[in-house]
Nanobody, 125 residues
Framework: VQLQASGGGLVQAGASLRLSCAVS????????MGWFRQAPGKEREFVAA????????RYADSVKGRFIISRDNAKKTVYLQMNSLRPEDTAVYYC???????????????????WGQGTLVTVSS
């Protein structure tokens, strides 16, 4: 199974970006998915997660109301729509797959066992 993240870039504060995460090598869509980010010199942190059936989403407080996570199981792709970007959103963003095919969503990093390569988002002030 491989995850390929894309869509990062350099934007000004207040702009929007949409990240995509394409899943390959797995036939089922029975896994919750998450987005995490890691800023320079900081630990990787939870951003958002979505349940396998798209019936639950969870967000970090820092992005709630600005970011939207969604998925298209037919395309095996997960998205992160990022609006009203701030300089503090600057980080490498990683998509990740839940360790097990189960209901619900998790925000703990070690509950995810497959990670994409990351895509850099830089927000200038």
């Amino acid at each position: 199974v491989q995850l390929q993240a894309s869509g990062g870039g350099l934007v000004q504060a207040g702009a929007s970006l949409r990240l995509s995460c394409a899943v390959s090598g797995r036939t089922g869509s029975g896994y919750a998915m998450g987005w995490f980010r890691q800023a320079p010199g900081k630990e990787r942190e939870f951003v958002a997660a979505i349940s396998r059936d798209d019936d639950f989403q969870r967000y970090a407080d820092s992005v709630k109301g600005r970011f939207i996570i969604s998925r298209d199981n037919a395309k095996k792709t997960v998205y992160l729509q990022m609006n009203s970007l701030r300089p503090e959103d600057t980080a490498v963003y990683y998509c990740a797959s839940d360790r097990y095919p189960r209901a619900g969503i998790r925000s703990i990093l070690n509950e995810y066992n497959i990670w994409g390569q990351g895509t850099l988002v830089t927000v200038s002030s």
